[in-house]
C-alpha cells in the first residue's frame, strides 16, 4: 500500500477556495455594520456613521428611548455579463446599527447630515428625569 503525504496548506486550501459554495446565492445579503463615532459635547450626543457609496436617501434613522438606530439599504446593481469580473468585492444589500446613547436625547430634535460619505447625527440634549422620592407613612397600632 503507497503512502499519500497529506499537504493541508496546498492541495485542501485550494480545492476549499475553488469551490463554488464559496459565492452566496440568496438575493439579500446583509452588509457588515458600518463603523460608528459617538461623542457628547456640553448639549449636544454626536453620532458619526460611515457610509461611502450609501444613497442617503436610503437611510432610515430613529431615536427611541436613548437608543440610536441606523439602517438602509445599498442597492443591489445587475451583474453586467459583458465585464468579466475577475473578482467581487464590493458588498450590496442592507445593514442595520443600533446604538444606547449616553444621554436622553431630545427625540423630536435630531438633525442629520450626509457628506463625503460620514452621517452625522447630532441629537440636543434633555435634562434628566429626577428621580421622585416619596416618603412612607407608618401608621402604628
Same mark, same amino acid.
Given at each position: 500500500?503507497?503512502?499519500?503525504?497529506?499537504?493541508? #496548506?496546498?492541495? %485542501?486550501?485550494?480545492?476549499?477556495?475553488?469551490?463554488?459554495?464559496?459565492?452566496?446565492?440568496?438575493? /439579500?445579503?446583509?452588509? +457588515?455594520?458600518?463603523?460608528?463615532?459617538? *461623542?457628547?459635547? %456640553?448639549?449636544?450626543?454626536?453620532?458619526?456613521?460611515?457610509? +461611502?457609496?450609501?444613497?442617503?436617501? !436610503?437611510?432610515?434613522?430613529? @431615536? !427611541?428611548?436613548?437608543? #440610536?438606530?441606523? /439602517?438602509?439599504?445599498?442597492?443591489?446593481?445587475?451583474?453586467?455579463?459583458?465585464?468579466? *469580473?475577475?473578482?467581487?468585492?464590493?458588498?450590496?444589500?442592507?445593514?442595520?446599527?443600533? @446604538?444606547? #446613547?449616553?444621554?436622553? @436625547?431630545?427625540? %423630536?430634535?435630531?438633525?442629520?447630515? *450626509?457628506?463625503?460619505?460620514?452621517?452625522?447625527?447630532?441629537?440636543? !440634549?434633555?435634562?434628566?428625569?429626577?428621580?421622585?422620592?416619596?416618603?412612607?407613612? @407608618?401608621? /402604628?397600632?
Amino acid at each position: 500500500m503507497a503512502i499519500i503525504p497529506w499537504r493541508p #496548506l496546498s492541495d %485542501d486550501l485550494d480545492r476549499f477556495f475553488e469551490e463554488d459554495w464559496l459565492l452566496p446565492t440568496f438575493s /439579500s445579503i446583509r452588509i +457588515p455594520e458600518p463603523a460608528m463615532d459617538v *461623542y457628547e459635547t %456640553d448639549k449636544e450626543v454626536i453620532a458619526e456613521v460611515n457610509l +461611502p457609496g450609501i444613497d442617503p436617501e !436610503k437611510v432610515e434613522i430613529s @431615536v !427611541k428611548d436613548q437608543i #440610536l438606530r441606523v /439602517s438602509g439599504r445599498s442597492e443591489e446593481k445587475k451583474e453586467e455579463k459583458e465585464k468579466g *469580473y475577475w473578482r467581487r468585492e464590493i458588498k450590496k444589500g442592507s445593514f442595520e446599527r443600533m @446604538v444606547r #446613547l449616553p444621554s436622553p @436625547v431630545k427625540e %423630536d430634535k435630531v438633525d442629520a447630515t *450626509y457628506e463625503k460619505g460620514v452621517l452625522k447625527i447630532v441629537m440636543p !440634549k434633555t435634562e434628566m428625569k429626577k428621580e421622585k422620592s416619596i416618603k412612607i407613612k @407608618v401608621k /402604628s397600632k
